[in-house]
């Protein structure tokens, strides 16, 4: 309160003159959302898009009396006198089209619409600001792209990601590589999560945000390269709701269903629930993913001012494990492609699998304290068990023969609370306008592990047919071993500011600090305490400018950001321990953002260079800490709608990540890290009287070569995917046609493990 109230008395600095927001909704006649229909202040280039919901906000409008313009393509406009008070954000009426939602959607066919650019976010920055105003590079991949290409692993939604290699690891969970680093997606709304099998069926979006995050964000959920944020969807004022059903190759059997209602008559209590059943099997000669997914969702307006809101995502998975190639070097193969076993031949069995739950849970308030501040409180709670995981690690012996060596985990168990509360601001000091955030966030994250050494199971011999693995030979196997118990429990207390400020109308600077003081518990192995506890605290950087060179259309920009992660003390060959300091990347990055041709053409070119200095490395057995890495390259990104019904999604990016001082294998390139990478949707609904609602899509994604060990000597090969799609789209209902991997090449993830041949599937959607 102490702090709301000193950041009060700076508001009386605020002058007469100067700018605020707008805000409102679009309805259709029948009282349904009016989804992408363009809103703009007459007489200037500020203007935006309704969302999905029909809600729209337009920053930064001079003060004084303005004329708001409701245009619809084809209908003439409305027009609504509205006032703009500086440094406040105004509520216009809101608007009811003459036309039903029916007639809107065949009006949306016709006009120009960039329907796969939504980069509007409030928790890029952890506050509202748009693309153009942020210095920071991420990109979206919307729910609307994910459902025409008829996404049910949540990896295939990242593929439209330029810079960005998805993948599974042995268990089956989910990750990708960018910027050279590994991310996991432990995110959901800005807040930590406990999940290791998403399903898509819960997206709105995905945020992938680009390089070292820790100011925003910490150390305990993001890498150097990145992050991905999991954006859910969220209740609306109507009914509303769809149920789909997706059957394939591999058994593919998948039902999915999404309601939304109010849930009384002045619609102040909402609910939606999205729910999903899964069951699949594999192109290989044995595996299964079976899941099952709920995910309900409440918000409540308690008033004009408060906001409650309550979402839970329950899944439960079982999936075959999948086998993770070690010790090619004992071995002539230099490359994963001159392996004597068909990607097609499983190395597991049937009922070598994972048995995951996770139960998360987050509760919200948001409240607006004055027409200049508001405060937001979340708190999400997560639990993943996994009951027990397989995993099999073949060890090559010679060309010929390997051991097929198990590890049993489970059970497994995450736990992990994550408070935050923000204050963001937005007001004036003389003529300079600031957006202020304010926050602190506690977050604690328990493990529990019981792991059993299986030990070799079999000896392969590739001549030979590969027989599977026998569950009850495994659990006979374990019984005879000796388990490990161990529980780790650590805890992150932070505080951060950020303040975007504007300098100009068209130059703004980003300032931002986090200090994370960071307390690692003693691991308990099988009831022992050991000594490996310790604290740190970690202080984390960033600064940005946008200069819009042409406002509202074109941006340059640039970034220098912090990412860190926190070191434990080493005992030294002496008996002595040393201490240091949060391992720290580093990043300068410059480009250009454009939002140009009325939004019809959106995309991001940006050169980075991410830089380790105080890695820990072991010289003559010390452990030292002045060991270097860095990660340099450029990425292009485009999303466009150059002509009505034409979408198209694009990207590049080159990446060189190599090892710089080290104990060992300077100079060499990080293992399992690709140099390129290339994504391409372009997708088509024809808007013609004979071929109107029918819509195709085309792409795909190439990945490069990258080495698989330290030692730079062994090469996984890159790959090409080409996917397509069929859809005939109705108000009412849609059916679509997907085919994956069409060209049936059989490849491998950077991470060495094979990826899914030829998949055709089909969708039918009924919306109501």
């Given at each position: 309160?102490?702090?709301?109230?000193?950041?009060?008395?700076?508001?009386?600095?605020?002058?007469?003159?100067?700018?605020?927001?707008?805000?409102?909704?679009?309805?259709?006649?029948?009282?349904?959302?009016?989804?992408?229909?363009?809103?703009?202040?007459?007489?200037?280039?500020?203007?935006?898009?309704?969302?999905?919901?029909?809600?729209?906000?337009?920053?930064?409008?001079?003060?004084?009396?303005?004329?708001?313009?409701?245009?619809?393509?084809?209908?003439?406009?409305?027009?609504?006198?509205?006032?703009?008070?500086?440094?406040?954000?105004?509520?216009?009426?809101?608007?009811?089209?003459?036309?039903?939602?029916?007639?809107?959607?065949?009006?949306?066919?016709?006009?120009?619409?960039?329907?796969?650019?939504?980069?509007?976010?409030?928790?890029?920055?952890?506050?509202?600001?748009k693309n153009l105003e942020n210095p920071q590079v991420y990109?979206?991949?919307?729910?609307?792209?994910?459902?025409?290409?008829?996404?049910?692993?949540?990896?295939?939604?990242?593929?439209?990601?330029?810079?960005?290699?998805?993948?599974?690891?042995?268990?089956?969970?989910?990750?990708?590589?960018?910027?050279?680093?590994?991310?996991?997606?432990?995110?959901?709304?800005?807040?930590?999560?406990?999940?290791?099998?998403?399903?898509?069926?819960?997206?709105?979006?995905?945020?992938?945000?680009?390089?070292?995050?820790?100011?925003?964000?910490?150390?305990?959920?993001?890498?150097?390269?990145?992050?991905?944020?999991?954006?859910?969807?969220?209740?609306?004022?109507?009914?509303?709701?769809?149920?789909?059903?997706?059957?394939?190759?591999?058994?593919?059997?998948?039902?999915?269903?999404?309601?939304?209602?109010?849930?009384?008559?002045?619609?102040?209590?909402?609910?939606?629930?999205?729910?999903?059943?899964?069951?699949?099997?594999?192109?290989?000669?044995?595996?299964?993913?079976?899941?099952?997914?709920?995910?309900?969702?409440?918000?409540?307006?308690?008033?004009?001012?408060?906001?409650?809101?309550?979402?839970?995502?329950?899944?439960?998975?079982?999936?075959?494990?999948?086998?993770?190639?070690?010790?090619?070097?004992?071995?002539?193969?230099?490359?994963?492609?001159?392996?004597?076993?068909?990607?097609?031949?499983?190395?597991?069995?049937?009922?070598?699998?994972?048995?995951?739950?996770?139960?998360?849970?987050?509760?919200?308030?948001?409240?607006?304290?004055?027409?200049?501040?508001?405060?937001?409180?979340?708190?999400?709670?997560?639990?993943?068990?996994?009951?027990?995981?397989?995993?099999?690690?073949?060890?090559?012996?010679?060309?010929?023969?390997?051991?097929?060596?198990?590890?049993?985990?489970?059970?497994?168990?995450?736990?992990?609370?994550?408070?935050?509360?923000?204050?963001?601001?937005?007001?004036?000091?003389?003529?300079?306008?600031?957006?202020?955030?304010?926050?602190?966030?506690?977050?604690?994250?328990?493990?529990?592990?019981?792991?059993?050494?299986?030990?070799?199971?079999?000896?392969?011999?590739?001549?030979?047919?590969?027989?599977?693995?026998?569950?009850?030979?495994?659990?006979?196997?374990?019984?005879?071993?000796t388990n490990s118990n161990n529980q780790t429990r650590l805890?992150?207390?932070?505080?951060?500011?950020?303040?975007?400020?504007?300098?100009?109308?068209?130059?703004?600077?980003?300032?931002?600090?986090?200090?994370?003081?960071?307390?690692?518990?003693?691991?308990?192995?099988?009831?022992?305490?050991?000594?490996?506890?310790?604290?740190?605290?970690?202080?984390?950087?960033?600064?940005?400018?946008?200069?819009?060179?042409?406002?509202?259309?074109?941006?340059?920009?640039?970034?220098?950001?912090?990412?860190?992660?926190?070191?434990?003390?080493?005992?030294?060959?002496?008996?002595?321990?040393?201490?240091?300091?949060?391992?720290?990347?580093?990043?300068?990055?410059?480009?250009?953002?454009?939002?140009?041709?009325?939004?019809?053409?959106?995309?991001?070119?940006?050169?980075?260079?991410?830089?380790?200095?105080?890695?820990?490395?072991?010289?003559?057995?010390?452990?030292?800490?002045?060991?270097?890495?860095?990660?340099?390259?450029?990425?292009?990104?485009?999303?466009?709608?150059?002509?009505?019904?034409?979408?198209?999604?694009?990207?590049?990016?080159?990446?060189?990540?190599?090892?710089?001082?080290?104990?060992?294998?300077?100079?060499?390139?990080?293992?399992?890290?690709?140099?390129?990478?290339?994504?391409?949707?372009?997708?088509?609904?024809?808007?013609?009287?004979?071929?109107?609602n029918f819509g195709l899509g085309v792409g795909g994604n190439?990945?490069?070569?990258?080495?698989?060990?330290?030692?730079?000597?062994?090469?996984?090969?890159?790959?090409?995917?080409?996917?397509?799609?069929?859809?005939?789209?109705?108000?009412?209902?849609?059916?679509?046609?997907?085919?994956?991997?069409?060209?049936?090449?059989?490849?491998?993830?950077?991470?060495?493990?094979?990826?899914?041949?030829?998949?055709?599937?089909?969708?039918?959607?009924?919306?109501?």
């Open positions: 309160m102490a702090l709301l109230i000193s950041l009060q008395c700076a508001l009386a600095l605020t002058p007469d003159k100067g700018r605020g927001n707008v805000r409102g909704l679009v309805q259709t006649s029948d009282g349904q959302p009016a989804g992408f229909v363009n809103v703009s202040i007459k007489g200037s280039s500020k203007g935006s898009l309704t969302g999905e919901q029909g809600d729209y906000m337009i920053r930064n409008v001079a003060e004084g009396s303005h004329i708001l313009v409701v245009q619809l393509v084809g209908y003439a406009a409305v027009e609504i006198p509205i006032d703009i008070v500086a440094g406040e954000t105004v509520t216009a009426p809101a608007v009811s089209l003459k036309e039903s939602l029916n007639q809107l959607e065949e009006v949306q066919v016709k006009g120009n619409v960039n329907r796969f650019a939504d980069k509007e976010s409030d928790y890029v920055a952890r506050l509202p600001l990109s979206t991949v919307n729910k609307d792209l994910i459902s025409e290409q008829v996404v049910t692993d949540f990896k295939d939604a990242l593929r439209n990601v330029a810079g960005v290699a998805p993948v599974n690891n042995p268990a089956g969970g989910t990750g990708a590589t960018i910027r050279g680093f590994s991310a996991t997606t432990t995110i959901r709304n800005g807040m930590a999560v406990q999940i290791y099998q998403s399903d898509p069926i819960n997206l709105e979006r995905v945020e992938v945000i680009k390089g070292p995050s820790g100011t925003l964000f910490g150390s305990s959920l993001v890498s150097f390269g990145g992050l991905i944020n999991q954006v859910t969807k969220k209740p609306f004022e109507a009914f509303k709701g769809e149920v789909s059903y997706t059957a394939g190759s591999y058994e593919l059997s998948r039902f999915t269903a999404d309601l939304n209602t109010p849930l009384n008559a002045d619609k102040s209590l909402l609910l939606r629930v999205n729910a999903a059943a899964h069951s699949e099997g594999t192109w290989q000669t044995f595996g299964h993913n079976r899941r099952y997914t709920a995910t309900p969702s409440l918000l409540y307006k308690v008033d004009d001012r408060l906001t409650l809101s309550f979402d839970a995502e329950l899944n439960a998975t079982n999936r075959s494990t999948v086998a993770y190639y070690q010790n090619l070097n004992k071995t002539s193969y230099k490359n994963f492609k001159d392996i004597p076993v068909s990607s097609k031949t499983s190395l597991g069995g049937e009922n070598i699998d994972a048995d995951l739950t996770a139960l998360n849970y987050a509760l919200g308030a948001r409240y607006t304290v004055n027409s200049k501040w508001a405060s937001q409180t979340n708190i999400a709670i997560g639990n993943n068990r996994i009951e027990h995981s397989n995993q099999i690690y073949p060890n090559w012996t010679s060309d010929t023969t390997f051991n097929r060596n198990i590890s049993n985990y489970g059970p497994r168990i995450f736990t992990s609370i994550n408070a935050q509360q923000n204050f963001t601001g937005n007001f004036n000091i003389g003529r300079i306008r600031n957006r202020l955030l304010v926050g602190v966030d506690v977050y604690t994250f328990t493990s529990q592990l019981r792991y059993t050494d299986v030990g070799t199971y079999d000896v392969v011999n590739t001549n030979k047919p590969v027989p599977g693995i026998n569950l009850e030979k495994v659990n006979d196997l374990m019984a005879a071993k805890s992150t207390y932070s505080v951060y500011a950020s303040d975007v400020v504007n300098l100009t109308e068209r130059l703004i600077v980003m300032l931002s600090l986090r200090v994370d003081r960071f307390v690692n518990n003693a691991t308990i192995t099988n009831g022992v305490k050991g000594t490996n506890d310790y604290k740190q605290t970690a202080i984390s950087p960033k600064f940005g400018f946008v200069y819009q060179l042409a406002p509202e259309q074109l941006s340059i920009f640039g970034n220098y950001m912090n990412g860190f992660q926190n070191v434990a003390p080493v005992v030294q060959p002496d008996g002595t321990t040393s201490t240091f300091k949060p391992l720290n990347a580093n990043q300068w990055e410059f480009g250009l953002k454009a939002e140009a041709f009325s939004r019809k053409l959106t995309g991001t070119v940006s050169y980075y260079d991410i830089a380790i200095n105080n890695a820990t490395r072991v010289e003559n057995s010390f452990t030292v800490q002045d060991g270097q890495q860095k990660s340099k390259g450029y990425e292009v990104e485009i999303v466009a709608n150059p002509i009505a019904g034409l979408n198209i999604v694009a990207g590049y990016a080159k990446n060189d990540n190599k090892v710089v001082k080290a104990a060992a294998f300077e100079g060499n390139y990080v293992a399992q890290v690709p140099t390129d990478y290339v994504n391409l949707w372009v997708s088509y609904k024809f808007t013609g009287k004979t071929l109107r190439y990945v490069s070569d990258c080495f698989f060990e330290a030692a730079n000597l062994i090469t996984i090969p890159g790959y090409t995917l080409v996917n397509a799609s069929l859809f005939y789209d109705q108000p009412k209902w849609r059916v679509t046609l997907k085919g994956n991997n069409l060209g049936n090449e059989a490849t491998f993830s950077n991470w060495g493990l094979p990826q899914p041949l030829r998949q055709l599937s089909g969708s039918v959607t009924i919306k109501f």
